[in-house]
């Protein structure tokens, strides 16, 4: 089941890497024509003057080969970290400790998350076998049912910057805010709440969107792939009575210090670092529709982030803009991949911002783009974020 899927991930790649259209009639607000201007004015909504080909054929043919022992090798570092971290903790047992352990550990379990990811896209090794034994033991041990997402993770990829079809942080139309209740839209628009939406999209995922990524029966999964639901599903499970007879063992204020707090850190990582990646820019960046959509011109869509002393823990998933167009290439050549790309990307490749040993001013476009982009029109093939002024008058007048 899993080799026909990996087929079909193949067709479609194929044909994501076809030529896309040569023409952009709509503009970047469905209005007048969008090209990129000789001056200095750059368009990010214009059709990009080079092909995917061209950036696969600039990037060294190594970057392609996958090492399933050094896959393997990251997997072993990041669980022997994981365990150590548990192990100082609990013998310590002190508050000077505990809050220095959750950072650090809830830091691991995203890390944990990123090579089980690696295993969904088949850049940890062209063992499907291997892939999914190992997907399966490290999402199902951070409560994440790896089929299931691992699909719609796919549906995210083939359809990124897509208003209608994409799957992750997908933006709001105007019609489906404005049949949000105000508590519903504040909730969504305010930090802290937006980093810790993961469990629930799990379940429920976006609004304007129905399923469950436990559910076989859900729209997010094809007849095929029922069985592989069921299974990550189970696996899940089996991980909630692990925990629970846990709670029984060791009690379940233990449990919550030494996996309860954790969890949540992971969360807000991968809520964050997600959201950044398609969102947060210092200008706008375009979603499509119809078409005016392509893979390339999609992809091109993502952004890179720089985590400081974090990129080599959590595997340089920050250097999201090839990983998105070309997520077969293992974490360990992304960065040098990304380097033999930047010439052909030119513009259409945002720079990150150059990171001290923490992140910290990722927080300012985090906080600012959830306060700002909250739907796009109803119509427009290139749409852009606009923002509900009247959103937080709410909170004001609540408060007075």
């Not at 995210?156 to 799957?167: A, M, S």
């Not at 489906?176 to 628009?189: K, T």
């Not at 980093?195 to 304007?208: E, K, N, Q, T, V």
């Not at 200008?283 to 890179?304: A, C, F, M, Q």
Request: aromatic fraction near 14%; hydrophobic fraction near 40%.
């Amino acid at each position: 089941m899993e080799k026909s899927v990996q087929a079909q991930e193949t067709c479609n790649e194929r044909e994501m890497n076809q030529d896309v259209n040569a023409h952009h009639p709509n503009g970047v607000n469905g209005e007048g024509d969008a090209t990129i201007e000789k001056d200095d004015h750059f368009d990010p909504g214009a059709t990009p003057p080079f092909k995917i080909v061209e950036i696969r054929s600039a990037i060294p043919k190594h970057c392609w080969v996958k090492n399933p022992w050094m896959s393997l090798s990251y997997v072993v570092r990041d669980v022997f970290v994981v365990f150590g971290l548990a192990a100082v903790a609990i013998y310590f047992n002190s508050w000077a400790v505990w809050p220095l352990y959750w950072a650090a550990q809830g830091t691991m379990f995203w890390a944990l998350f990123v090579l089980g990811h690696d295993c969904g896209h088949g850049s940890f090794s062209d063992n499907p076998k291997l892939n999914s034994v190992v997907g399966h033991l490290l999402h199902s041990a951070i409560l994440v049912p790896y089929h299931g997402w691992r699909i719609s993770h796919r549906t995210h990829h083939q359809n990124h910057g897509h208003v209608d079809n994409d799957e992750s942080w997908v933006p709001l139309t105007e019609k489906v805010y404005m049949e949000m209740d105000i508590f519903s839209r504040f909730m969504r628009y305010t930090v802290p709440f937006p980093i810790f939406a993961y469990p629930f999209y799990l379940f429920a995922r976006s609004p304007g969107k129905k399923g469950s990524h436990f559910s076989p029966y859900s729209d997010l999964f094809s007849t095929a792939e029922k069985m592989d639901v069921i299974t990550s599903t189970v696996c899940w499970l089996l991980m909630v009575a692990l925990l629970a007879c846990l709670c029984f063992v060791v009690g379940l204020c233990s449990m919550l210090k030494i996996y309860g707090v954790p969890y949540l850190i992971f969360v807000m990582w991968l809520d964050s670092v997600t959201y950044l990646h398609h969102h947060g820019y210092d200008e706008k960046t375009p979603w499509y529709r119809g078409k005016e959509w392509s893979y390339l011109r999609g992809g091109l869509t993502t952004i890179d982030r720089d985590y400081g002393w974090f990129n080599n823990i959590h595997h340089d998933i920050g250097t999201h803009v090839v990983h998105h167009l070309f997520p077969q290439i293992p974490h360990y050549h992304l960065i040098e991949a990304t380097k033999a790309a930047k010439p052909i990307l030119g513009k259409y490749y945002r720079v990150p911002e150059k990171s001290g040993p923490f992140p910290f001013h990722l927080i300012k476009n985090l906080v600012r783009s959830i306060k700002q982009d909250h739907y796009v029109n109803d119509t427009g093939d290139v749409v852009y974020y606009k923002t509900d002024h009247e959103l937080y008058k709410f909170s004001r007048s609540k408060a007075e």
